[in-house]
């Protein structure tokens, strides 16, 4: 079965950094696209960024870019989403995803879902 | 990147109705075209893949059509499990783009 699991819930202040892990399972992690997507309270779906853990190419949404750094260790099957100094407007749930095979953006494994929430 | 707008922005309907979302994009993306449904605090699930194709397990009331810039799905006879949001996302431009979503709840 192909999975995706997702790391725990964090509670984090402003400033702190952090790094979410996304761990795939079930297919050939390296040759296959991970998504990143964001969820706000309350508002759709952003995607972020994407990385082919193979070379770990990584295309980021123009409104993410220098905001977070995605990553992926194929010898863990693993891919990360981190900040390097969280503000509120980082709370929000955050999804992990990749596609159906022979495709490059079908997204049909997801994550369950990591939630961020940044308080003082 | 490619800008992606969907109309309705919410919808109420009957059980058994017809339902109809549309999605636009700001340039041709061919079909490259997704629809997912999302149910609160769930992640997505995939829908309809390459604008038409329904995926694996999905019920065959729902349909996709379209192709360059202009993209429906359709609900042919509206379920109470059908309630949620649905987005339709690109990926003809990486990195991919999704539409602002559409809520539909029953009547």
């Known amino acids: 079965e192909v999975q995706l699991v997702q790391s725990g819930a964090e509670v984090k202040k402003p400033g702190e950094s952090l790094k979410i892990s996304c761990k795939g399972s079930?297919?050939?992690?390296?040759?296959?696209?991970i998504a990143w997507v964001r969820q706000m309270p309350g508002k759709g779906l952003e995607l972020m960024g994407i990385?082919?853990?193979?070379?770990?190419?990584?295309r980021y949404s123009p409104s993410f870019q220098g905001q977070v750094t995605i990553s992926a260790d194929k010898s863990i099957t693993t891919a990360f989403l981190q900040w390097s100094s969280l503000q509120a407007s980082d709370t929000a749930m955050y999804f992990c995803?990749?596609?159906?095979?022979?495709?490059?953006?079908?997204?049909?494994?997801w994550g369950q879902g990591t939630m961020v929430t940044v308080s003082s | 990147d490619i800008q992606m707008t969907q109309s309705p922005s919410s919808l109420s309907a009957s059980v058994g109705d017809r339902v109809t979302i549309t999605c636009q994009a700001s340039?041709?993306?061919?079909?490259?075209l997704n629809w997912y449904q999302q149910k609160p605090g769930k992640a997505p699930k995939l829908l309809i893949y390459?604008?038409?194709n329904l995926q694996t397990g999905v019920p065959s009331r729902f349909t996709g059509s379209g192709s360059g810039t202009d993209f429906t799905l359709t609900i042919s006879s509206l379920q109470p499990e059908d309630v949620g949001t649905y987005y339709c996302?690109?990926?003809?431009?990486?990195?991919?783009?999704f539409g602002p979503g559409t809520k539909v709840d029953i009547k």
């Open positions: 995803a990749t596609p159906l095979p022979g495709t490059s953006g079908a997204f049909d494994v």
């Open positions: 996302q690109q990926y003809d431009v990486s990195p991919p783009t």
């Open positions: 079930g297919y050939t992690f390296h040759t296959s696209w």
């Open positions: 340039q041709d993306i061919r079909d490259f």
């Open positions: 390459v604008a038409s």
């Open positions: 990385i082919y853990p193979g070379d770990s190419a990584t």
